[in-house]
């Protein structure tokens, strides 16, 4: 194969899949891995790490909630490996429906962001989630949440997180996650 026709082969092959790895590019066109990555940087297509980044933008941006930058919360408190907390205060815009309510992909989400800060790594994956709503939130209410490490376990780190409004619990969440560190 030709390199113009290997380098159109990975162009098309990242096309279809952003997320692949230089190995996986390297077995898919018969070359090795720094061939792929010679090649890459030829053409000026970043690194795994870095397509990941720009699609997770990409991401944050065609969400509704990129509206407001602080959507997720501030973090008030933070000791990596042990415990975080945040704050949230509930726009009009986060809330939807008839009874003017947050979702609930909202509160994971908002706890997923304080697992991954707590628990730090390059690359956090969830591994399960047991996630309890207990009632609804509604626009101008203020959320304290807090995540903490309770225990390492088969691997994996499990963080318990809880938000309250008014010292009242409405929501709680267990994780375990895989930290994968990249380097």
């Not at 290997?6 to 018969?30: I, K, M, S, V």
């Not at 973090?75 to 009874?99: C, D, H, N, W």
Request: charge should be positive; charged fraction near 25%.
């Amino acid at each position: 194969m030709l390199r113009e026709e290997r380098h159109q082969q990975l162009l098309r092959f990242l096309t279809e899949d952003p997320l692949q790895t230089d190995e996986r590019l390297a077995e898919r066109l018969g070359v090795s891995v720094p061939t792929v990555r010679l090649d890459r940087m030829t053409l000026g297509v970043p690194a795994l790490r870095r397509r990941s980044q720009e699609l997770a933008k990409q991401v944050l941006k065609a969400s509704p909630l990129s509206e407001d930058l602080n959507a997720f919360g501030e973090l008030t408190a933070l000791e990596r490996g042990l415990s975080v907390q945040a704050k949230i205060a509930i726009k009009p815009q986060m809330a939807v429906g008839v009874g003017g309510s947050v979702p609930s992909y909202f509160l994971l989400a908002h706890a997923e962001r304080l697992v991954y800060s707590v628990v730090g790594g390059e690359v956090v994956l969830t591994a399960v989630v047991n996630a309890k709503c207990y009632r609804p939130v509604r626009s101008g209410e203020i959320l304290a949440s807090y995540a903490r490490v309770i225990r390492h376990q088969h691997g994996r780190v499990v963080v318990l997180v809880e938000m309250t409004s008014s010292q009242t619990r409405v929501f709680r969440a267990k994780y375990a996650v895989n930290v994968i560190d990249q380097d």
